[in-house]
């Protein structure tokens, strides 16, 4: 990805920098590289007077490197608040999920005007360093002021999102699904599986009923909204079924690794629920109690 800008501005885009070169009239050219596959969406130009720091966090598969760009004003801010919430993120996705799966692009966060995306390895950040989702506890039980709305939820579809995509955005739910998900283990981790499942009965009540969260295939049209919280609950209520929080802990890695695909350029997933699903070694009780497709296809459904 190579993009030149004017001078006085930088551009921050996916993976890692090679290098700079400079060109006629004051600009400058940034080039990176992105060493995994990526999806269209993820790919990202950011340009600003940025200032970056960094630091290194010791993960499962080693040292992975932290970036952080930002505006001169917010450096201070920002150091603190990454801090915070950056390392703690990644401890509570790595020991549910797996490894980060980008140790090679690093990861990145990125100022941006618009609140946030999972652009891959330089995610948006626009949440103006404050906790929950812009001040606000989208739970209303407390737990949802304690961190970063924003680090935490789109940093989460590293996981759910890039590492694994969706063959048709009908299926987007899959990928907002478990990245909300993704909160509630993270409260969980820091805070006790009590205040994991407040957290996440909370967010119960944001839940519409508008329609099913599902949308229609082959027509580039995503599903209802409830995706995010009705999703979450759905992942939730599996868990409820199962009863094992030790199996529960070791199946959920497995919701992207038994659909691999090798490449030589690294590893990509583009699933179906259907293969998700199947590839589980789910207890047949469980298969039984818990209703995938009605739950996702129709509206109104009860949740233990």
Request: a negative charge; hydrophobic letters at 35%; proline letters at 5%.
């Amino acid at each position: 990805i190579s993009v030149a800008v004017p001078a006085g501005l930088k551009d921050v885009s996916n993976g890692r920098l090679r290098g700079t070169r400079k060109l006629a009239g004051g600009y400058t050219r940034y080039d990176w590289a992105v060493r995994n596959p990526i999806n269209n969406y993820d790919v990202a130009l950011n340009v600003a007077n940025y200032a970056h720091f960094s630091d290194v966090y010791q993960g499962e598969k080693g040292p992975l490197t932290l970036d952080y760009w930002v505006l001169p004003e917010s450096l201070e801010k920002a150091k603190k608040q990454f801090a915070a919430n950056v390392k703690p993120m990644l401890k509570s996705m790595e020991a549910w999920f797996g490894p980060y799966p980008f140790y090679q692009d690093g990861y990145k966060l990125v100022e941006t005007p618009h609140l946030g995306m999972e652009h891959q390895s330089a995610v948006a950040y626009g949440n103006k360093y404050q906790n929950g989702y812009l001040g606000h506890d989208r739970s209303n039980t407390g737990w949802g002021d304690k961190f970063d709305f924003i680090i935490i939820h789109e940093s989460g579809h590293e996981w759910f999102g890039n590492n694994i995509t969706t063959k048709d955005i009908a299926d987007m739910w899959v990928h907002e699904s478990f990245t909300c998900y993704s909160e509630g283990l993270f409260v969980e981790t820091n805070y006790g599986k009590q205040a994991g499942q407040e957290y996440l009965h909370g967010q119960r009540r944001n839940i519409q009923n508008d329609g099913p969260i599902i949308g229609p295939y082959g027509v580039n049209k995503e599903g209802s909204g409830d995706m995010y919280d009705k999703g979450a609950s759905l992942l939730n209520m599996v868990r409820t079924a199962i009863n094992d929080d030790a199996k529960w802990r070791n199946m959920l890695p497995g919701f992207d690794l038994p659909v691999r695909v090798r490449t030589k350029g690294g590893e990509y997933r583009f699933v179906t629920p259907s293969t998700k699903w199947a590839a589980l070694d789910l207890p047949g009780a469980t298969k039984d109690n818990v209703e995938v497709d009605t739950f996702n296809y129709y509206v109104g459904v009860l949740m233990d």
